[in-house]
């Protein structure tokens, strides 16, 4: 989306963040050039739960805590809301 965020990281995780911010950018790409979905704030949702759904399907139940995701997400969504506020 052609945007600079700066973002804390614990020490000795940048390569994880950046990983991370390579795959978000990578599903950004993906959604936009399919080009049915319009607007940044639909795009990052539809992204989100894009991953969200991955996550979900991946994880076995043994070791998936819904509270604790659910959590995360809430506060990923606060995050991106104060980051659009911004702008």
């Given at each position: ?8 990281c ?7 963040l ?21 607007g ?48």
């Open positions: 989306m052609a945007r600079d965020f700066v973002i804390a614990p020490e000795g995780q940048e390569k994880n950046m990983d991370s911010v390579e795959y978000l950018n990578q599903k950004i790409n993906l959604v936009q050039s399919q080009g049915s979905i319009v940044v704030d639909r795009i990052i949702i539809t992204v989100a739960l894009n991953i969200t759904n991955e996550f979900i399907n991946q994880g076995s139940p043994q070791t998936f805590d819904l509270t604790q995701f659910r959590q995360k997400i809430s506060s990923i969504e606060h995050q991106i809301d104060e980051v659009l506020a911004q702008n």
